[in-house]
């Protein structure tokens, strides 16, 4: 079955950069079509960034310029590179592969 499975959350300072991994299992992660999300308790669900099967990014316009999603198709794993980070940033970050997604990694940005 499709598992997702996120790492590389933790707590940075204001300006800091973190990069958040991805690894996946169970469908041809080569043609697939991967996504980045993020929530903060009591909100919805936010569409971060996606990347599609040609290495070809997308990114919400509060990530444009700081954020960079890449794939690594040998080790079926997606990356989301964050830099300049902001205390807005603060959520817990998914990755999504159609209607799954992973438990999540936790990004803090704080003094």
């Known amino acids: 079955q499709v598992q997702l499975v996120e790492s590389g959350g933790g707590l940075v300072q204001p300006g800091g950069s973190l990069r958040l991994s991805c690894a996946t299992s169970?469908?041809?992660?080569?043609?697939?079509?991967m996504r980045w999300f993020r929530q903060v308790p009591g909100k919805d669900l936010e569409w971060v960034s996606s990347?599609?099967?040609?290495?070809?990014?997308t990114y919400t316009t509060h990530a444009k310029g700081r954020f960079t999603v890449s794939r690594d198709n040998a080790k079926s794993t997606l990356y989301l590179q964050m830099s300049n980070l902001r205390p807005e940033d603060t959520a817990m970050y998914f990755c999504?592969?159609?209607?799954?997604r992973g438990q999540g990694t936790q990004v803090t940005v704080s003094s």
């Open positions: 999504a592969y159609a209607t799954t």
């Open positions: 169970g469908f041809t992660f080569s043609g697939a079509y």
């Open positions: 990347i599609d099967k040609n290495f070809l990014g």
